[in-house]
Each structure stands twice: as C-alpha cells, then as structure tokens.
C-alpha cells in the first residue's frame, strides 16, 4: 500500500494511525504541500479535490481519509486491532453513528479553530477571532454530548477502541497545543478518553510527524 | 415491527433515511417531530438524538441517530433484498465510501449553508447572508465541475450502478434543484445534469416526492 502525503496532515495521520493499528506495511510517499505538489495534475489524477491522502493498493486509487482507513479496516478485519466490530451489524452501526458524529459535529468546528490558529498563519495571515470564538463554542456543546457518552463508554461506540475514536485523533493532537485545551481537560470523562487514545503505540509512533504549531493563540 | 423514523418528511436528513428504506423495500412508520415549533430540541427527543436533531429511529430495542449511519445499518441488514446500496466487492465499497464521503465534506458543506439561507430563513422571516451565498455558489462551481467530469465517464458516481453514494446527495439536491441560479449551474454541466435527471426519475425519489407533498 501506497499513502501519498505529509506526516504532518492531520487527515494523512488519521490513515496511518489506522495502519498501524492493523500492523500493515505501507509506503509513505511524500508530497510537497508547502510548494503546493497537491494541487498538481500527477496528484489531481488520483484525488480530483487536490487534497491529501491519497491510497494506492495495486488496481485501487483511494480517497477522502475516512473511506480510506474504511477499507484498510476492512481489508485487515481479521488483524491487529478491530476497529470497526464487523462481526455484530448493530455494534457496527453504533461505530458508523459514532464516526459520522465526529465528520458532521466534530470535526467542522475543530477544523475551524485549528485552521485559524494553525494555517491561516502559515499563510501570513491573521486569524479570525470571532470564527475562532464561534467555533469553540460549538465544540464546547459537542464535548458536553461526548462528556455525557463517555460517563456510560469506555470509548464513543462501546468498551472497545474503534474508528469512531481514531478519527478524532489528529486535529485533537494538534488542538491540545493551543490554549484552548480546556475545552478537553476541564471535561474528566473527555479528558480521560483522551489520555488513554494518547497512549496507544499507534499514536506513539504517528504524533512525531504531527509537527505543527500554533504561532499565535 | 417495523422500523419507528422520527423526524419531519420533508427535512433533508430524514429524506436520506426514507430514500434507503424505499430503495430497499423496508416497511417503516413516520412518527413526525415538528421542526417548526422545535420540537427537536425538547428533552423527549434530546434522548434520542442528544445533538437536537432529526432523524432518528428506534427498531425494537435498538436505537440509532446520524442518517448516513441509519441508511447504512439497513443496506447492509438488506443486503439481499431491494437496490444493492453498498458496493459488491471490498474495493467497490471503498470507492462508494469515497464518495459518498465527498458529499459530507465537499458538498453538504455547501449545499447546506446554501439552503438554509435561501429556503429556511426566508421561511422562518431571517435576513439571508447574501454574500457569503454568492461565495458558496462559486465554490459550489468548482465542486460540480469535478462532479462532471467524474459523472462524464461513469454513469453513476461509484461506477456503473446506482449506490448510496449517489443516494445520500439527494436529499439536498432536491432542495438546491428548487433556486433558479443552482439549477441553471445543475443544467450547464451536461454530464451532471444527466445523472440528476435519472437518479431523480426513479421510483423511490417520485416516492419520497409524494410522501413530502409535492
């Protein structure tokens, strides 16, 4: 398997976390997206949205990160850690509820913040402080349902580690360097799910690469 | 026992969810949640949709919300029965994921905020934000250009049959569909424009249409 992208991507590391859960070999390809190789014709041909990841596994070109580590977690069910309870179609679905939680409420109001604390600098910009604000509310709202579900679970979809969880990793990596963190820390269920997803040795051996910081706050 | 929906029918979500029961056949029971008066956020729904939101559905003892899972659970329980929704092998599965995920993240983006400013707010007596709706719109361009060009050489997004990659954008294409520019974008890009008025002319669509009043 090919992934093509930078270690840094938020979106890149949620592909490998997932590898390295099912302990699959993969190459890391690298791809340019400071000198903007993304926006390429040679990556626009595997991914017409010019974003990164990208997967290559002989005859399949994949995108989107989620469908991604979809397949991989398929494709290795029978190895490694289960991330997505295939054996019972009702846990599954519970995972599926979970993970379109953290695409449809998480992850717009997190990417909101770290893009202007994180990106926009990147690009000689200044942040937004009343987007920054606005999302952080609404995050707040989301980990107050999280706060909630995780007094009753181990993890978002049940006692197990799942997908669901993984997802969540990267932008919360990166949003734990800002000085917001106690959106995560001042909520004890939330922060203690997130301790535990910190010490797993796929996060171990991905949050290296996830080099970024925020220059303002 | 069938299946208890609750939600509004003529809501974008609930539609994705009645759209997968009718293309697989499934007997289902509306119970309506009035979006008008809110009756979304009251504490009676908050148990089961603690975001506020609609749909979600109770079958026997389980319970699921997030209308992308709900279709998904039922296309896989009916594997067998109705439309083949998902995919046949592993690898056309990830390419109905892949897109199916694109409309969460490149088109709902849009297409939501699109609506809500254009058909809701006007309803509700809201001012629209007028300029970022044109923003939206160019941005909508670009998206539907890649959609051309990708609905140029397949006949349906995940390839030559119709799944729920091409299922889950109906809901909000049926709004869109409704304002004068987005639907003459729709009509400028052939390609597009030809998978809209077949996957619009199938049964389960006039179906949903009826349902909803139309």
Known sequence: MKVYGDEMSASVARVLLCLH????????????????????????????FGQVPALQDD??????????????????RDKGTDLTRHENSKEAAIVKLWSEVEAHHFNPAIFAVINQLIVVPLQGESPDAAIVEKNLEKLGKVLDVYEERLGKTKYLAGDTYTLADLHHVPYTYYFMKTSHAGLI????????????????????????????????? | MVVKLYGQVTAACPQRVLLCFLEKEIEFEIIHIDLDTLEQKKPEHLL?????????????DFKLFESRAIARYYATKYADQG??????????????????????????????????????KP??????????????????????????????????????????????????????????????????????????????????????????GH
Not at chain 1, 22 to 48: D, Q, R
Not at chain 1, 61 to 68: M, Y
Not at chain 2, 87 to 104: N, P
């Open chain 1, 21 to 48: 859960e099912k302990n699959t070999e993969f190459e890391l390809v690298p791809v340019n997206l400071f000198a903007c190789h993304h926006k390429l014709p040679s990556f626009l041909s595997m991914n017409p």
């Open chain 1, 185 to 217: 820390n001042d909520r004890p269920n939330v922060k203690a799910w997130w301790e535990d997803l910190c010490s797993r040795p796929a996060f171990l051996k991905v949050s290296p690469g996830l080099t970024v910081s925020p220059t303002t706050n």
């Open chain 2, 48 to 60: 089961r949709q603690p975001f506020g939101q609609v749909p979600a559905i109770e079958d026997g």
């Open chain 2, 83 to 120: 439309t083949n929704l998902l995919g046949k092998s592993l690898e056309h599965r990830a390419i109905v994921d892949q897109w199916a995920d694109v409309e969460t993240h490149y088109f709902n983006t849009l297409a939501h905020p699109i609506v809500i400013n254009l058909i809701i």
């Open chain 2, 123 to 212: 309803r509700l007596g809201e001012k629209c934000d007028v300029v970022l709706v044109e923003e939206l719109k160019v941005k909508l361009g670009v998206v539907l250009d890649i959609y051309n060009n990708r609905l140029s050489s397949n006949r349906f997004l995940a390839g030559e049959e119709f799944t729920m990659a091409d299922l889950t954008h109906m809901p909000a294409m049926g709004y869109l569909m409704s304002i004068t520019d987005i639907n003459q974008m729709v009509k400028a890009r052939g390609s597009f424009n030809r998978w809209w008025e077949e996957i619009s002319d199938r049964p389960s669509w006039k179906k949903l249409m009826v349902l909803a």
């Open chain 1, 59 to 76: 005859d399949l070109t994949l995108f989107e990160s989620r469908a991604i580590t979809a397949y991989i977690a398929e494709k290795h």
